[in-house]
Protein backbone atom coordinates (compact mmCIF):
# COMPACT_ATOMS: atom_id res chain seq x y z
CA UNK A 1 0.00 0.00 0.00
CA UNK A 2 1.07 3.99 -0.91
CA UNK A 3 0.26 7.00 0.21
CA UNK A 4 2.79 9.99 -1.02
CA UNK A 5 3.18 13.51 0.30
CA UNK A 6 3.73 16.36 -2.19
CA UNK A 7 4.51 19.75 -1.21
CA UNK A 8 4.81 22.29 -4.19
CA UNK A 9 6.11 25.54 -1.70
CA UNK A 10 8.93 26.71 -2.25
CA UNK A 11 11.68 25.37 -0.83
CA UNK A 12 9.90 21.95 -1.16
CA UNK A 13 12.44 20.00 0.25
CA UNK A 14 11.50 21.55 3.37
CA UNK A 15 9.70 18.88 3.60
CA UNK A 16 12.25 16.50 4.04
CA UNK A 17 12.66 18.47 7.30
CA UNK A 18 9.67 18.52 8.64
CA UNK A 19 9.49 14.51 8.24
CA UNK A 20 12.46 14.09 9.67
CA UNK A 21 13.41 12.15 6.96
CA UNK A 22 16.27 12.94 4.60
CA UNK A 23 15.54 13.22 0.91
CA UNK A 24 18.30 11.67 -0.19
CA UNK A 25 18.01 8.35 1.85
CA UNK A 26 15.42 5.33 2.34
CA UNK A 27 13.74 4.85 5.72
CA UNK A 28 12.37 1.19 6.51
CA UNK A 29 10.57 0.23 9.98
CA UNK A 30 9.34 -2.65 11.22
CA UNK A 31 5.69 -2.21 11.98
CA UNK A 32 4.97 -5.68 13.36
CA UNK A 33 2.40 -6.70 10.76
CA UNK A 34 5.41 -6.16 7.97
CA UNK A 35 8.09 -3.27 6.76
CA UNK A 36 7.18 0.72 5.91
CA UNK A 37 9.30 2.48 4.04
CA UNK A 38 9.46 6.03 3.06
CA UNK A 39 11.38 7.36 -0.04
CA UNK A 40 11.43 10.59 -2.30
CA UNK A 41 10.46 9.95 -5.96
CA UNK A 42 11.25 13.40 -6.33
CA UNK A 43 13.12 16.35 -4.18
CA UNK A 44 13.67 19.43 -5.78
CA UNK A 45 13.25 22.73 -4.33
CA UNK A 46 9.47 23.30 -6.73
CA UNK A 47 8.28 19.93 -5.95
CA UNK A 48 8.96 17.26 -2.97
CA UNK A 49 7.12 13.97 -2.78
CA UNK A 50 8.31 11.77 -0.21
CA UNK A 51 6.33 8.41 -0.48
CA UNK A 52 5.18 5.76 2.38
CA UNK A 53 5.45 2.24 0.72
CA UNK A 54 4.23 -0.53 3.11
CA UNK A 55 4.85 -4.23 2.57
CA UNK A 56 2.50 -6.26 4.37
CA UNK A 57 3.65 -9.67 5.12
CA UNK A 58 0.49 -11.71 5.13
CA UNK A 59 2.37 -15.06 5.31
CA UNK A 60 3.99 -14.15 8.55
CA UNK A 61 1.02 -13.02 9.96
CA UNK A 62 -0.38 -16.23 9.04
CA UNK A 63 2.30 -18.35 10.84
CA UNK A 64 1.50 -16.25 14.05
CA UNK A 65 -2.16 -17.33 14.27
CA UNK A 66 -3.56 -19.39 16.79
CA UNK A 67 -4.49 -22.64 15.88
CA UNK A 68 -8.28 -21.73 16.39
CA UNK A 69 -8.98 -19.77 13.80
CA UNK A 70 -10.27 -21.12 10.66
CA UNK A 71 -10.65 -18.19 8.26
CA UNK A 72 -10.05 -20.46 5.30
CA UNK A 73 -7.88 -19.01 2.90
CA UNK A 74 -8.50 -15.45 3.89
CA UNK A 75 -5.11 -15.01 5.47
CA UNK A 76 -3.09 -15.79 2.17
CA UNK A 77 -6.14 -14.01 -0.37
CA UNK A 78 -6.86 -10.30 0.98
CA UNK A 79 -6.05 -6.90 -0.14
CA UNK A 80 -4.15 -5.80 2.92
CA UNK A 81 -0.75 -5.67 0.92
CA UNK A 82 -2.87 -3.38 -1.60
CA UNK A 83 -4.88 -0.85 -0.41
CA UNK A 84 -4.66 1.72 2.11
CA UNK A 85 -6.26 0.81 5.59
CA UNK A 86 -5.63 1.28 9.16
CA UNK A 87 -2.73 -0.57 8.67
CA UNK A 88 -1.06 2.67 6.69
CA UNK A 89 -2.38 4.35 9.30
CA UNK A 90 -0.35 2.82 11.84
CA UNK A 91 2.74 2.68 10.22
CA UNK A 92 2.50 6.63 9.84
CA UNK A 93 1.90 6.92 13.27
CA UNK A 94 5.36 5.12 13.83
CA UNK A 95 7.33 6.40 10.66
CA UNK A 96 6.26 10.01 11.65
CA UNK A 97 5.38 10.30 15.02
CA UNK A 98 7.80 13.50 15.53
CA UNK A 99 6.17 15.15 12.82
CA UNK A 100 2.44 14.45 14.49
CA UNK A 101 3.46 15.83 17.11
CA UNK A 102 4.54 19.20 16.00
CA UNK A 103 8.00 18.93 16.51
CA UNK A 104 11.01 20.35 14.32
CA UNK A 105 13.77 20.64 15.99
CA UNK A 106 16.12 21.58 13.28
CA UNK A 107 13.73 24.21 11.93
CA UNK A 108 11.08 24.90 14.60
CA UNK A 109 9.81 27.65 12.41
CA UNK A 110 8.28 24.71 9.46
CA UNK A 111 5.68 23.76 11.94
CA UNK A 112 2.84 26.13 11.78
CA UNK A 113 3.78 26.92 7.92
CA UNK A 114 0.53 26.30 5.88
CA UNK A 115 2.29 24.57 2.31
CA UNK A 116 0.81 23.64 -0.36
CA UNK A 117 0.44 20.20 -0.08
CA UNK A 118 -0.87 17.30 -2.36
CA UNK A 119 -1.91 13.65 -1.18
CA UNK A 120 -2.22 10.82 -3.27
CA UNK A 121 -3.68 7.55 -2.59
CA UNK A 122 -3.58 5.25 -5.58
CA UNK A 123 -6.04 2.33 -4.01
CA UNK A 124 -7.94 3.48 -0.81
CA UNK A 125 -11.27 1.20 0.04
CA UNK A 126 -13.94 3.82 0.75
CA UNK A 127 -17.10 2.55 2.31
CA UNK A 128 -20.04 4.62 0.73
CA UNK A 129 -18.03 5.78 -2.30
CA UNK A 130 -16.77 9.16 -3.24
CA UNK A 131 -19.56 10.65 -1.75
CA UNK A 132 -18.05 9.77 1.43
CA UNK A 133 -14.63 10.18 0.72
CA UNK A 134 -15.64 14.29 0.16
CA UNK A 135 -17.78 14.42 2.95
CA UNK A 136 -14.40 13.70 5.08
CA UNK A 137 -11.71 15.66 3.17
CA UNK A 138 -13.89 18.81 1.62
CA UNK A 139 -14.42 20.33 5.27
CA UNK A 140 -10.97 20.12 6.13
CA UNK A 141 -10.08 22.53 2.86
CA UNK A 142 -9.07 20.14 0.12
CA UNK A 143 -9.90 19.62 -3.21
CA UNK A 144 -10.92 15.87 -4.35
CA UNK A 145 -10.27 14.34 -7.58
CA UNK A 146 -11.33 10.57 -7.30
CA UNK A 147 -12.32 7.80 -9.53
CA UNK A 148 -13.75 4.43 -8.43
CA UNK A 149 -11.73 1.54 -9.46
CA UNK A 150 -13.34 -0.78 -11.47
CA UNK A 151 -13.81 -4.27 -10.14
CA UNK A 152 -12.44 -6.08 -13.10
CA UNK A 153 -11.19 -3.56 -15.92
CA UNK A 154 -12.22 -6.62 -18.58
CA UNK A 155 -15.25 -6.72 -17.83
CA UNK A 156 -17.11 -3.17 -17.33
CA UNK A 157 -20.34 -4.64 -16.50
CA UNK A 158 -19.46 -5.71 -13.39
CA UNK A 159 -19.15 -2.74 -11.96
CA UNK A 160 -17.01 -0.31 -9.52
CA UNK A 161 -15.16 -1.87 -6.75
CA UNK A 162 -15.30 -0.45 -3.06
CA UNK A 163 -11.80 0.92 -4.12
CA UNK A 164 -10.75 4.48 -5.28
CA UNK A 165 -7.67 6.32 -6.75
CA UNK A 166 -7.73 9.47 -4.95
CA UNK A 167 -5.52 13.09 -5.09
CA UNK A 168 -6.32 15.56 -2.39
CA UNK A 169 -4.73 18.98 -2.73
CA UNK A 170 -4.63 21.34 0.10
CA UNK A 171 -3.15 24.87 2.16
CA UNK A 172 -2.47 22.12 5.06
CA UNK A 173 0.68 22.13 8.17
CA UNK A 174 2.36 18.78 7.45
CA UNK A 175 1.18 18.15 10.76
CA UNK A 176 -2.41 18.04 10.34
CA UNK A 177 -2.13 16.27 6.72
CA UNK A 178 -0.73 13.65 8.25
CA UNK A 179 -3.26 14.14 11.01
CA UNK A 180 -6.23 14.06 8.59
CA UNK A 181 -4.75 10.67 7.00
CA UNK A 182 -4.34 9.34 10.46
CA UNK A 183 -7.40 9.33 11.60
CA UNK A 184 -9.49 9.59 8.09
CA UNK A 185 -8.01 6.25 6.73
CA UNK A 186 -9.67 3.54 9.00
CA UNK A 187 -13.01 5.87 8.61
CA UNK A 188 -12.81 5.56 5.16
CA UNK A 189 -12.35 1.33 5.40
CA UNK A 190 -14.37 1.29 7.99
CA UNK A 191 -12.65 -2.02 9.38
CA UNK A 192 -9.93 -1.98 11.34
CA UNK A 193 -7.44 -4.56 11.37
CA UNK A 194 -6.40 -4.82 15.39
CA UNK A 195 -7.84 -4.90 18.52
CA UNK A 196 -9.53 -1.54 19.78
CA UNK A 197 -8.72 -0.88 23.12
CA UNK A 198 -10.37 1.92 25.29
CA UNK A 199 -7.03 3.88 24.48
CA UNK A 200 -8.11 4.21 20.77
CA UNK A 201 -10.37 7.41 22.18
CA UNK A 202 -7.14 8.89 23.65
CA UNK A 203 -5.43 8.49 20.15
CA UNK A 204 -8.46 9.71 18.46
CA UNK A 205 -9.07 12.59 20.25
CA UNK A 206 -4.88 13.27 20.10
CA UNK A 207 -4.93 13.42 16.71
CA UNK A 208 -8.68 14.72 15.59
CA UNK A 209 -9.26 17.07 18.51
CA UNK A 210 -8.51 20.34 17.39
CA UNK A 211 -10.65 19.67 13.48
CA UNK A 212 -12.86 17.13 14.64
CA UNK A 213 -14.87 19.21 16.62
CA UNK A 214 -16.12 21.62 13.84
CA UNK A 215 -15.91 18.51 11.38
CA UNK A 216 -19.85 18.26 10.13
CA UNK A 217 -18.97 14.40 9.95
CA UNK A 218 -17.42 13.57 13.55
CA UNK A 219 -20.27 11.40 14.39
CA UNK A 220 -19.61 9.11 11.33
CA UNK A 221 -15.56 9.45 12.40
CA UNK A 222 -15.94 8.85 16.10
CA UNK A 223 -18.25 6.19 15.18
CA UNK A 224 -16.23 4.53 12.27
CA UNK A 225 -12.91 5.07 13.98
CA UNK A 226 -14.08 3.34 17.22
CA UNK A 227 -15.80 1.04 16.15
CA UNK A 228 -17.54 0.31 19.61
CA UNK A 229 -20.49 2.53 20.53
CA UNK A 230 -19.56 3.14 24.50
CA UNK A 231 -15.84 4.94 22.53
CA UNK A 232 -17.71 6.85 20.22
CA UNK A 233 -19.92 8.43 22.94
CA UNK A 234 -16.92 8.85 25.61
CA UNK A 235 -15.30 10.35 21.97
CA UNK A 236 -18.18 12.69 21.44
CA UNK A 237 -18.74 13.98 24.98
CA UNK A 238 -14.89 14.60 25.72
CA UNK A 239 -15.12 16.62 22.45
CA UNK A 240 -18.23 17.74 23.71
CA UNK A 241 -16.59 18.93 26.95
CA UNK A 242 -13.83 20.80 25.34
CA UNK A 243 -15.33 22.66 22.86
CA UNK A 244 -17.38 25.25 22.88
CA UNK A 245 -20.07 23.69 20.09
CA UNK A 246 -21.98 21.92 22.88
CA UNK A 247 -25.92 21.36 21.55
CA UNK A 248 -24.60 20.79 18.75
CA UNK A 249 -22.59 18.01 19.95
CA UNK A 250 -25.18 17.17 22.49
CA UNK A 251 -27.85 15.89 19.87
CA UNK A 252 -24.61 13.56 18.78
CA UNK A 253 -23.98 12.47 22.04
CA UNK A 254 -27.69 11.25 22.84
CA UNK A 255 -28.20 9.23 19.85
CA UNK A 256 -24.86 7.36 20.57
CA UNK A 257 -26.02 6.78 24.45
CA UNK A 258 -29.29 5.71 22.42
CA UNK A 259 -26.93 3.23 20.24
CA UNK A 260 -24.83 1.96 22.77
CA UNK A 261 -25.69 -1.49 24.29
CA UNK A 262 -23.75 -2.58 26.82
CA UNK A 263 -22.40 -0.42 29.58
CA UNK A 264 -19.11 -2.22 30.32
CA UNK A 265 -16.21 -0.15 29.60
CA UNK A 266 -13.83 -2.99 30.40
CA UNK A 267 -10.81 -0.32 30.99
CA UNK A 268 -12.50 1.29 33.32
CA UNK A 269 -13.78 -2.17 35.14
CA UNK A 270 -10.05 -3.28 34.96
CA UNK A 271 -8.64 -0.28 37.03
CA UNK A 272 -10.88 -0.36 39.58
CA UNK A 273 -10.78 -4.34 40.15
CA UNK A 274 -6.56 -3.28 40.27
CA UNK A 275 -7.52 -0.47 42.86
CA UNK A 276 -9.41 -2.25 45.25
CA UNK A 277 -6.79 -5.14 45.41
CA UNK A 278 -4.26 -2.97 46.06
CA UNK A 279 -6.58 -1.25 48.81
CA UNK A 280 -6.77 -4.73 49.87
CA UNK A 281 -3.42 -5.80 50.13
CA UNK A 282 -2.46 -2.38 51.93
CA UNK A 283 -1.12 0.21 49.32
CA UNK A 284 1.93 2.13 50.60
CA UNK A 285 4.50 2.10 48.34
CA UNK A 286 3.47 0.85 44.93
CA UNK A 287 5.57 -0.33 41.53
CA UNK A 288 3.80 -0.23 38.07
CA UNK A 289 5.45 -2.71 35.94
CA UNK A 290 4.79 -1.92 32.32
CA UNK A 291 2.96 1.28 33.40
CA UNK A 292 2.40 2.31 29.81
CA UNK A 293 0.75 5.87 29.79
CA UNK A 294 -0.01 6.10 33.11
CA UNK A 295 -3.57 5.45 33.68
CA UNK A 296 -2.96 3.02 36.63
CA UNK A 297 -0.49 5.55 38.12
CA UNK A 298 -2.64 8.74 37.66
CA UNK A 299 -5.28 6.52 39.81
CA UNK A 300 -2.65 5.38 42.47
CA UNK A 301 -1.97 9.18 43.50
CA UNK A 302 -5.46 9.79 44.00
CA UNK A 303 -5.60 6.72 46.82
CA UNK A 304 -4.28 8.18 50.00
CA UNK A 305 -3.01 4.86 51.25
CA UNK A 306 -0.37 5.18 48.18
CA UNK A 307 2.62 6.67 49.68
CA UNK A 308 4.73 6.75 46.72
CA UNK A 309 4.20 5.33 43.34
CA UNK A 310 6.68 4.37 40.53
CA UNK A 311 6.14 3.68 36.92
CA UNK A 312 8.51 1.74 34.83
CA UNK A 313 7.75 0.88 30.90
CA UNK A 314 10.29 0.19 28.26
CA UNK A 315 8.70 2.49 25.63
CA UNK A 316 9.80 6.12 26.06
CA UNK A 317 6.72 7.59 23.86
CA UNK A 318 4.60 5.99 26.58
CA UNK A 319 6.32 7.53 29.47
CA UNK A 320 5.91 10.91 27.60
CA UNK A 321 2.51 10.54 27.61
CA UNK A 322 2.88 9.49 31.28
CA UNK A 323 4.46 12.22 31.71
CA UNK A 324 1.77 14.82 29.97
CA UNK A 325 -0.82 12.58 31.38
CA UNK A 326 -0.16 13.09 34.96
CA UNK A 327 1.20 16.78 34.24
CA UNK A 328 4.12 16.21 36.03
CA UNK A 329 5.81 19.38 34.89
CA UNK A 330 2.76 21.29 36.80
CA UNK A 331 2.83 19.26 40.22
CA UNK A 332 4.34 21.11 43.19
CA UNK A 333 7.25 19.97 44.63
CA UNK A 334 5.71 17.70 47.40
CA UNK A 335 3.35 16.32 44.87
CA UNK A 336 6.08 15.69 42.76
CA UNK A 337 8.20 13.57 45.45
CA UNK A 338 5.93 10.80 45.54
CA UNK A 339 5.98 9.86 41.83
CA UNK A 340 8.56 9.01 39.82
CA UNK A 341 8.66 7.52 36.09
CA UNK A 342 11.71 5.61 34.76
CA UNK A 343 12.64 3.41 31.61
CA UNK A 344 13.81 0.03 31.98
CA UNK A 345 12.75 -3.79 31.17
CA UNK A 346 11.12 -6.44 33.36
CA UNK A 347 13.44 -8.79 31.69
CA UNK A 348 16.15 -7.94 33.53
CA UNK A 349 17.15 -7.07 37.11
CA UNK A 350 17.03 -3.85 38.16
CA UNK A 351 17.63 -1.99 41.77
CA UNK A 352 15.14 0.59 41.59
CA UNK A 353 12.22 -1.74 41.23
CA UNK A 354 12.93 -2.68 44.59
CA UNK A 355 11.44 -2.09 48.27
CA UNK A 356 7.85 -1.39 46.68
CA UNK A 357 4.94 -3.39 49.03
CA UNK A 358 2.74 -3.62 45.90
CA UNK A 359 4.25 -4.60 42.46
CA UNK A 360 1.52 -4.16 39.74
CA UNK A 361 1.47 -5.65 36.19
CA UNK A 362 -1.63 -4.66 34.40
CA UNK A 363 -1.83 -6.21 30.58
CA UNK A 364 1.72 -6.35 30.50
CA UNK A 365 3.21 -10.67 30.39
CA UNK A 366 0.77 -11.03 26.85
CA UNK A 367 3.32 -9.11 25.46
CA UNK A 368 6.15 -10.95 26.44
CA UNK A 369 7.61 -13.27 24.21
CA UNK A 370 6.73 -16.73 25.84
CA UNK A 371 10.68 -17.21 26.06
CA UNK A 372 11.28 -14.68 28.04
CA UNK A 373 8.46 -15.61 30.43
CA UNK A 374 10.98 -16.98 33.00
CA UNK A 375 13.19 -14.42 33.73
CA UNK A 376 10.37 -12.38 33.44
CA UNK A 377 8.93 -14.03 36.47
CA UNK A 378 12.48 -14.39 38.24
CA UNK A 379 12.58 -10.52 37.67
CA UNK A 380 9.13 -9.93 39.26
CA UNK A 381 9.05 -12.43 41.66
CA UNK A 382 12.64 -12.96 42.64
CA UNK A 383 13.80 -9.64 42.39
CA UNK A 384 11.54 -7.30 42.18
CA UNK A 385 10.25 -9.39 45.64
CA UNK A 386 7.27 -6.86 46.19
CA UNK A 387 4.81 -8.46 49.13
CA UNK A 388 2.28 -8.04 46.58
CA UNK A 389 1.58 -8.56 43.04
CA UNK A 390 -1.37 -7.57 41.09
CA UNK A 391 -1.34 -9.16 37.85
CA UNK A 392 -4.12 -8.80 34.77
CA UNK A 393 -3.98 -10.02 31.43
CA UNK A 394 -7.15 -11.23 28.82
CA UNK A 395 -8.44 -14.44 28.88
CA UNK A 396 -8.38 -15.60 25.44
CA UNK A 397 -11.49 -17.81 25.62
CA UNK A 398 -13.68 -14.50 25.85
CA UNK A 399 -12.26 -13.60 22.16
CA UNK A 400 -15.17 -15.47 20.82
CA UNK A 401 -17.30 -12.13 22.12
CA UNK A 402 -15.49 -9.88 20.19
CA UNK A 403 -15.57 -8.91 16.49
CA UNK A 404 -12.33 -7.24 16.38
CA UNK A 405 -9.23 -9.38 16.76
CA UNK A 406 -6.17 -9.22 14.41
CA UNK A 407 -5.63 -12.17 11.96
CA UNK A 408 -4.09 -14.22 14.63
CA UNK A 409 -7.62 -14.24 16.69
CA UNK A 410 -5.81 -11.99 19.35
CA UNK A 411 -6.63 -8.63 20.64
CA UNK A 412 -3.81 -6.90 19.54
CA UNK A 413 -0.99 -6.88 17.36
CA UNK A 414 1.81 -7.06 19.74
CA UNK A 415 0.11 -9.69 22.11
CA UNK A 416 2.79 -12.38 21.75
CA UNK A 417 -0.26 -14.78 23.16
CA UNK A 418 -3.19 -15.02 25.31
CA UNK A 419 -4.22 -17.60 27.85
CA UNK A 420 -7.07 -19.40 28.68
CA UNK A 421 -8.20 -19.95 32.19
CA UNK A 422 -6.43 -22.82 32.69
CA UNK A 423 -3.11 -21.92 30.96
CA UNK A 424 -3.07 -18.50 33.65
CA UNK A 425 -3.95 -20.71 36.35
CA UNK A 426 -1.16 -23.21 35.45
CA UNK A 427 1.32 -20.39 35.18
CA UNK A 428 0.30 -18.53 38.19
CA UNK A 429 -0.04 -21.55 40.20
CA UNK A 430 3.23 -22.50 39.44
CA UNK A 431 5.05 -18.62 39.98
CA UNK A 432 3.32 -18.71 43.28
CA UNK A 433 4.56 -21.92 44.91
CA UNK A 434 7.97 -21.87 43.05
CA UNK A 435 8.99 -17.84 44.65
CA UNK A 436 6.79 -18.52 47.80
CA UNK A 437 3.91 -16.53 47.20
CA UNK A 438 -0.05 -17.11 47.76
CA UNK A 439 -2.40 -16.76 44.91
CA UNK A 440 -5.93 -15.71 44.95
CA UNK A 441 -7.31 -15.29 40.65
CA UNK A 442 -10.38 -13.45 40.08
CA UNK A 443 -12.33 -12.51 36.79
CA UNK A 444 -12.70 -9.00 35.86
CA UNK A 445 -15.47 -7.59 33.42
CA UNK A 446 -19.26 -9.18 32.54
CA UNK A 447 -18.67 -12.80 32.90
CA UNK A 448 -19.86 -14.67 29.90
CA UNK A 449 -21.51 -18.35 31.63
CA UNK A 450 -19.04 -20.51 28.96
CA UNK A 451 -16.13 -18.30 28.13
CA UNK A 452 -15.93 -16.32 31.58
CA UNK A 453 -14.37 -13.05 31.94
CA UNK A 454 -12.95 -10.63 29.50
CA UNK A 455 -9.83 -9.78 31.70
CA UNK A 456 -8.04 -12.26 34.54
CA UNK A 457 -6.47 -11.06 37.99
CA UNK A 458 -3.69 -13.23 40.09
CA UNK A 459 -3.00 -11.26 43.18
CA UNK A 460 -0.02 -12.70 45.02
CA UNK A 461 0.73 -12.47 48.09
CA UNK A 462 3.94 -13.43 49.96
N1 LIG B 1 -0.16 -1.25 32.16
C1 LIG B 1 -0.59 -0.33 31.13
C2 LIG B 1 0.01 -0.61 29.75
C3 LIG B 1 -0.29 -1.96 29.14
S1 LIG B 1 0.37 -2.10 27.50
C4 LIG B 1 -2.10 -0.29 31.05
O1 LIG B 1 -2.76 -1.17 31.58
O2 LIG B 1 -2.61 0.66 30.47
C5 LIG B 1 1.87 -2.99 27.83
C6 LIG B 1 3.01 -2.10 28.24
O3 LIG B 1 4.08 -2.94 28.63
C7 LIG B 1 3.52 -1.22 27.12
O4 LIG B 1 3.56 0.12 27.56
C8 LIG B 1 4.92 -1.76 26.85
O5 LIG B 1 5.83 -0.75 26.49
C9 LIG B 1 5.29 -2.41 28.16
N2 LIG B 1 6.24 -3.49 28.04
C10 LIG B 1 6.16 -4.58 27.25
N3 LIG B 1 7.21 -5.39 27.43
C11 LIG B 1 7.99 -4.79 28.37
C12 LIG B 1 9.24 -5.12 28.98
N4 LIG B 1 9.86 -6.25 28.67
N5 LIG B 1 9.75 -4.28 29.89
C13 LIG B 1 9.09 -3.13 30.21
N6 LIG B 1 7.93 -2.76 29.67
C14 LIG B 1 7.38 -3.57 28.76
Not at 309 to 330: C, I, T
Request: aromatic share 8%.
Amino acid sequence: MLVSLTSTSPVATDLGFLLHKHPDRVRSVDVGFGRAHVFYPEATARRCTATTYVEVDPLGRTRHRGRRSARGLEPYLNDRPYAASSMLSVALGRLFGTALRGRCDDRPELVARQLDLEIELPVVPVRGGPAVLRGLFEPLGYDLDCAPIALDSRFPAWGDSRYVTARLAGRQTVRSALEHLYVLLPVLDDAKHYWIGPDEVDKLLLRGGDWLRSHPESELIARRYLRLPDFAREALARLADAGEDADFLDTQHDAAERASESPIRLGEQRLEAVLEAVRRVGAGRVVDLGCGEGRLLERLLAEPAVSYAMGVDASVGALERAERRLKLDQMSERRRERVRLIQGALTYTDTRLRGFDVATVIEVVEHLDPERLDVFAEVVFGHVCAASVVLTTPNREHNANFEHLDARGLRHEDHRFEWTRREFEAWAGDVAARFGYGLDISAVGAVDPVCGPPTQMAVFRR
